[in-house]
């Protein structure tokens, strides 16, 4: 019989069994087989038994039943037998009693809590043995399966008489399609598992290993003497524990290896084969299984599928988890799979590795991973094989038991942070927890283990292999992406599109997250990702097959490599095809989502993560840190993170938490943009432009200003600025980063070529135009000029703390406080005021408050004239207030310096230096000149000294400042006491029409301050050389003026003087109003030439020309040269005579 050890080990492969019902009733071939059976032995309890094959409690066993009485007739009925009799009265139905293998399966699949005398026991075990070693049986083999074993050569060729011709069968049994020869098989198969010392060989190969894990110690006590699966059992949990490199575990020979997995591969069929299983699992198969017919592995699988069942038994679900390890360690253990991928396996040749041991290529890992390439590859896999593969890939996602490198590699892990969590997958997910780094640092070795599992269980082709993900994702599944058929492998996708939002669910969001980390760090553990971007990768990164890994490749570099070329220019070529390219912005969307679904930042950005990050723990908020913290990080750290910031300011949609929350304001301002955009960065600007409208919310605000201060870092974070101007910076601005001073350079290149009036710019138009659009959005926010920002941090917290940063506001308050600011802060803010007055469109505040205006008034005007255009129009009826008094604004920022008022500053270029220069003179560069200069002008108006056009732009401050005392930097400085309390009514005024200056005036005698009182007489003085100046003054005589004086033109105190003549003038009546307020005017001229006498020549001739006395005054002083030049002449004459007479001498 030990011959039969020639059974050749594709036995392992080829005897998964098929299913064969065992058939309790008489038929041929039970009755020809019986037959032979009763004339085998005449003494079935005395045969010859071969002394290798009977341990020493058998043959204890057989010395017992060599006393039984010798059966002589050829008939012989075990159940005649008296020592059975008994048993099979009180277990087995009547109609099985004359068919000696129905009593024998009935007897040996009782319950084990049924006892059966021992003499009964030892009758039914020698008969089995004389059953299985005799060669007659070869003839019952022959006669039932003639034409089969014709058909398989193998057989046919087999030697009659030693007992190879049944083994031969039985390794070719899954292609025996003969009723009776297939029964014949399976009874003998029945016969010969029902105790592991009738299996050929195995005591041989095992014996040392039994008795070193006294395995045959086992009691027997409650268990039939026929029934030694435990021993089996036993022997298969010592494999187990080698596996695992359990502490003390044995090293079982080769030989009792395959021995232990050919005997659990021919028990692969039916589960009636697997003895300890059997008994194990009776009443769970009747609780799960009772309508799972047997044979083909079927009552294997149920079981598998209710393995974690609250219901099921431990003894059981532990009998179960052992066959499983063995099915892990050859995976035709599984008679379903074998079967089902045996032509696969052939086909993409997964069994023809000579360089891969035997043991690791019968591995379940290796064949999962082989056909899965076949799969990924687009290769066709029988849809029966497919299914195969997912029950399994399931299996070892739920039980990370199955898998040896995680038992042995991820230990401590598992005792540390996952014990108690074995059932449904929860222990993995655990692990995976762990290697994300959620609960502390993982060994290296269980890091890769837990990536080897994910990629051999694969699910990120199928969510449904992960039966943890599964539950916990069920109800978001059913809500969000019940639109995608189940199975898809973008169902996956669609729960990422949906982490963080309102339909996801804590538990599916952990679960979800903790299965990306691995999936992210191998590329083709997406699948859709790989189908689109495998030629890609190959052609462009050099990849290996699926199911080849390369130690120099580190985790996420062949995706980093995609992304990288994803973004490429036609002109860098090299680019990925179009499918692909999709396929890798949404892989970028997701992983935007956390930090760690990118392999690559989190292994160079560690460090940094932990230094500047420790508590950014809501979602997005890492990268946004290591992004706030870019100049900080470490250089590895920084370039991963500058690179993907890049590829943000490409395509902001990678940006998945930002998109969700602008969904409004991109559905109503940018949604054609959103839906046609090809990387161009037109969404952010669109989103940037439409900041402040209605439908943006704060979450949307502080995202869009946080990207905007993130490009301030880095030129190249702009696409759009980096795109238009990049050869114009290597060019121009070489060695320069930051994109605030890259645009301050270009800037000042564009302001020196205009000034300069260069034939030719030297920044190139598509960049000019992006440079205006960069500006405009600079100035929007203090933050995005760091510069300024900086200097006036302090200054921020103490006078605008409350005001938001956004419009910008904060800005515009730090003008309205600037008497306030310190040095440093007033200057940069002196400085901006500066620009924006030369270029108004670069203040942000006007160009938004005066939008509607700008668009009815000042379409025409350039840019540069915009603020002109709106003073122009500032007192028309269909002028917006708002827009009104932020003209007024800048109005009194202009008359506090004439450096702020571009147009002035032009035309008096030579007047200021003549008259003004001791101002000057006193001046620092970045001082502002309080209005001195301007009033220093004004004075040089009235003694109408300046030239043309400076006293045209002074007379338009003085028409303006008439009307609106604020204005007037210098009045207001001086005269706040008396304003307040003289003429609070007029100051109070919504509309200024000069009522604060009239009252000032009329009140002159009031005023104790001499500043204020010269700052008034200046008023007066400066009225008297253009009445246009007064306007109250002017309102009242407008008439008389149109009646009298129009023929007069305006200007060096012409109107004014004629209105006085006119006044003299009986003959002419004037206005009631206009001679009122005239009479008062002379009053008051009286009264300033008192008490300011003239300071010059000039000063004496206007008051002279302007006093009501005119003419009294001229004729006086007519008369006293007259009487001068008399007496000259007569002292002439005199002196004459006198020389004459000296020289007579």
Not at 277 to 288: I, V
Not at 934 to 948: E, F, G, H, P, V
Not at 1001 to 1016: A, R, S
Not at 1126 to 1145: H, I, N, P, S, Y
């Amino acid at each position: 019989m030990a011959d039969c050890i020639r059974v050749p080990l594709l036995l392992l492969l080829m005897c998964i069994l098929s299913a064969v019902h065992h058939t309790r009733g008489d038929n041929s071939v039970v009755s020809r087989l019986t037959g032979n059976a009763d004339n085998l032995q005449q003494n079935p309890a005395g045969g010859p038994v071969p002394a290798a094959v009977i341990p020493v409690a058998a043959e204890r066993s057989l010395v017992a039943g060599a006393s039984l009485p010798r059966r002589r007739s050829a008939g012989w009925k075990l159940a005649e037998e008296a020592v059975c009799k008994e048993d099979l009265t009180r277990l087995c139905p009547k109609h099985s009693w004359n068919n000696n293998l129905a009593v024998l399966e009935c007897l040996q699949d009782k319950k084990e809590e049924t006892e059966i005398a021992a003499e009964c026991n030892h009758l039914l075990w020698n008969y089995k043995l004389n059953l299985t070693t005799d060669p007659k049986f070869e003839s019952v083999a022959v006669e039932v399966c003639k034409t089969i074993i014709s058909e398989i050569k193998e057989c046919a060729a087999e030697e009659l008489g030693k007992g190879f011709l049944v083994s031969c069968l039985v390794d070719h049994r899954s292609n025996i399609s003969d009723y009776q020869c297939n029964q014949y098989i399976t009874k003998m198969t029945s016969i010969v598992f029902s105790d592991y010392r009738l299996i050929c060989g195995f005591m041989d190969q095992c014996r040392e290993d039994i008795n070193t894990l006294r395995c045959g110690s086992i009691s027997t006590g409650e268990k039939d003497v026929h029934s030694q699966g435990e021993v089996i059992a036993c022997l298969e949990k010592g494999l187990v524990r080698e596996a695992e490199e359990q502490a003390g575990a044995h090293t079982i020979k080769e030989d009792c290896k395959k021995a232990i997995m050919r005997v659990a591969e021919l028990s692969s069929d039916d589960f009636h084969l697997d003895r300890y299983l059997y008994f194990a699992c009776r009443e769970d198969r009747e609780r799960f299984c009772e309508n799972t017919l047997a044979g083909e592995g079927r009552v294997y699988k149920c079981l598998f599928n209710h393995k974690f069942e609250e219901a099921m038994t431990e003894r059981c679900r532990e009998a179960l988890t052992t066959r499983q390890k063995l099915i892990a360690q050859d995976y035709k253990v599984s008679y379903s799979l074998a079967k089902a991928c045996k032509s696969d396996l052939r086909k993409y040749r997964c069994s023809v590795d000579t360089n891969m041991p035997r043991a690791r290529e019968a591995r379940l890992s290796y064949l999962l991973l082989c056909l899965e390439s076949a799969v990924h590859r687009g290769r066709v896999v029988s849809g029966e094989c497919q299914g195969e593969m997912m029950d399994y890939r399931r299996m070892l996602m739920e039980d990370f038991s199955l898998s040896p490198e995680i038992v042995l590699q991820c230990r401590s892990e598992i005792e540390g942070h996952c014990s108690g969590l074995h059932r449904k997958g929860r222990t993995l997910h655990c692990l995976m927890r762990v290697g994300r780094g959620d609960m502390g640092a993982i060994d290296p070795n269980c890091q890769r283990a837990l990536q080897t599992l994910i990629q051999e269980a694969d699910p990120g082709a199928d969510y449904r292999i992960d039966r943890a993900l599964n539950e916990a994702c069920e109800s978001v599944i059913q809500t969000a992406c019940k639109h995608i058929r189940n199975g898809d492998p973008m169902i996956l996708s669609c729960l990422m599109e949906h982490l963080y939002t309102e339909k996801m669910v804590e538990d599916c969001e952990h679960r979800l997250l903790e299965l990306q980390y691995f999936i992210a760090r191998d590329w083709k553990l997406d699948p859709v990702l790989y189908k689109k971007c495998q030629g890609d990768a190959a052609r462009l990164c050099h990849t290996h097959g699926w199911n080849e890994t390369s130690e120099m490749m580190p985790p996420g570099a062949i995706f980093s490599c995609l992304y990288r070329h994803a973004y490429r220019s036609v002109e860098q070529g090299r680019r990925l095809s179009r499918d692909c390219k999709v396929e890798v912005q949404r892989i970028l969307h997701q992983r935007a989502l956390d930090v760690k679904l990118d392999p690559e930042l989190q292994k160079r950005c560690l460090t940094d993560l932990g230094k500047w990050c420790s508590e950014k723990t809501e979602a997005g908020q890492e990268l946004e840190c290591l992004q706030d913290h870019l100049e900080d990080l470490v250089s590895n750290c920084r370039d991963v993170v500058g690179n993907l910031t890049e590829l943000e300011s490409e395509d902001i949609q990678i940006e998945a938490l930002l998109m969700r929350a602008c969904e409004p304001v991109i559905q109503a301002h940018c949604h054609e943009v959103a839906d046609n955009q090809i990387d161009t960065g037109d969404l952010m600007e669109c989103l940037v432009q439409n900041k402040h409208q209605k439908e943006m919310n704060e979450k949307c605000a502080v995202g869009v200003t946080h990207f905007q201060l993130i490009q301030i870092k880095d030129f190249r974070f702009s696409y759009k600025f980096k795109t238009a101007c990049k050869e114009d910076v290597l060019k121009l601005c070489p060695n320069i980063k930051k994109k605030v001073d890259v645009v301050i350079c270009l800037s000042t290149t564009v302001r020196n070529d205009t000034l300069q009036e260069a034939k030719e710019q030297r920044v190139s138009v598509k960049c000019r135009k992006q440079l205006r659009v960069e500006e405009v959005e600079m100035s929007e926010d203090i933050r995005l000029e760091p510069e300024l920002y900086d200097s006036c941090k302090q200054d921020i917290t103490r006078l605008c703390q409350n005001v938001a940063y956004g419009n910008a506001q904060v800005i515009e308050c730090l003008k309205e406080n600037k008497r306030q600011l310190t040095s440093r802060c007033h200057q940069r803010i002196f400085k901006l005021q500066e620009v924006e007055m030369v270029d108004p469109e670069l203040d942000y505040q006007l160009m938004r408050v005066c939008k509607h205006m700008i668009r009815r008034f000042c379409t025409e005007s350039e840019g540069k004239n915009v603020l002109q255009c709106l003073k122009q129009n500032k007192n028309g009826e269909l002028m917006d207030p708002k827009c009104k008094q932020m003209i007024t604004k800048r109005q009194i920022t202009q008359n506090t310096d004439y450096r702020l008022n571009p147009v002035l500053r032009k035309a008096c270029k030579a007047d200021i230096p003549k008259f003004c220069q001791p101002i000057l003179n006193k001046a620092t560069a970045d001082s502002e000149l309080e209005g001195q200069v301007i009033s220093c002008l004004k004075l040089k108006y009235a003694d109408q000294r300046l030239s043309t056009d400076c006293e045209d732009q002074i007379r338009v401050i003085l028409q303006e400042s008439a009307l609106d005392y604020r204005l007037d930097l210098q009045l207001q400085i001086h005269c706040t006491q008396e304003i307040s309390s003289l003429c609070p009514e007029e100051a109070a005024a919504q509309e200024q029409t000069g009522q604060v200056e009239e009252c000032l005036k009329v009140n002159l005698l009031k005023i104790k301050q001499d500043p204020c009182k010269k700052e008034v007489l200046n008023m007066l003085k400066e009225s008297k050389a253009d009445i246009f100046v007064d306007p109250v003054l002017h309102t009242a005589c407008a008439l008389d003026i149109k009646h009298h004086c129009a023929a007069i033109p305006p200007g060096r105190g012409r109107q004014m003087s004629c209105l006085m003549e006119s006044l003299q003038d009986k003959r002419i009546r004037l206005q009631p109003e206009c001679k009122k307020r005239l009479q008062d005017r002379i009053d008051m001229w009286s009264y300033a030439a008192k008490v300011a006498p003239a300071e010059g020549f000039s000063d004496l001739a206007m008051q002279v020309m302007t006093s009501p006395s005119k003419n009294y005054i001229l004729t006086m002083i007519g008369a006293g040269v007259a009487v001068l030049f008399l007496m000259g002449l007569l002292c002439g004459r005199f002196t004459k005579r006198v020389t004459q007479e000296l020289k007579d001498r």
